[in-house]
């Protein structure tokens, strides 16, 4: 699973940004094997320029699945790692959802009608 990472400059996305979310999102979704292929997170300060917010860090991950639609969520807090933590947590439940709604083995298709004319 490939785990990148885009900041704007007002957060700081050098190296040990890069291995905290590698480390957590492969920890978090390790189970899911080849699955899901890739991760993208993008990380910004929403309010670089405006008085300090509680939860100024949003962190938005997209994770690719094969032959699936990508699957996006969105986290706020106070700084990143708090943001990135937050959003993995709530990427490991939406791609298992998802994974669960399209696995044909728990849902299987109708079978076709056989009344034909």
């Known amino acids: 699973m490939q785990v990148l990472l885009q900041t704007d400059t007002h957060v700081d996305g050098r190296q040990g940004m890069a291995e905290h979310l590698e480390t957590v999102v492969k920890e ?8 899901v292929t890739r991760v993208e997170a993008h990380v910004t300060d929403a309010a ?3 008085k300090p917010n509680p939860d100024d860090i949003h962190c938005t991950l997209e994770a690719r699945l094969t032959g699936l639609e990508p699957v996006v969520v969105k986290e706020a807090a106070p700084n990143a790692h708090q943001a990135i933590q937050g959003a993995v947590v709530k990427l490991k439940r939406a791609v298992a959802a998802t994974l669960e709604k399209h696995d044909t083995r728990r849902h299987p298709r109708p079978e076709a009608d056989d009344t034909a004319d």
């Open 28 to 35: 978090a979704l390790h189970r899911f094997g080849d699955h």
């Open 48 to 50: 670089h320029h405006n």
